[in-house]
């Protein structure tokens, strides 16, 4: 059984704290795991319940369950792979002397 784990992966459920910002300075939602668990890449999160919305200038802390899908062993290489592949678009080569674009 831990073989198959391995290779496709487990889903279980874990408490979270989420922390909402929609003001001047942030707008952010941040997602704090209990227990301080590692996500890997590859690793799917989702927070469970109803959709939050917070008005402008205001900041929300509140409590969820959340699922997290370990990805197995196959999804973890590709995924690796897949970003370390696109980070090549980030480079821009020219071998012109940019005079005569």
Request: glycine residues 8%.
């Amino acid at each position: 059984m831990s073989r198959l784990i391995r290779v496709f992966g487990e889903a279980f459920d874990v408490g979270c704290t989420v922390d909402i910002e929609n003001t001047f300075d942030s707008c952010h939602a941040h997602v704090e795991l209990d227990g301080n668990l590692p996500i890997h890449p590859g690793d799917a999160v989702r927070v469970q319940g109803d959709p939050v919305v917070v008005p402008y200038g205001a900041k929300l802390t509140l409590r969820r369950r959340a699922s997290v899908r370990r990805a197995g062993a196959l999804k973890r290489l590709w995924t690796r792979l897949s970003g370390n592949l696109e980070c090549l678009d980030l480079f821009e080569v020219s071998f012109s002397s940019g005079s005569k674009l």
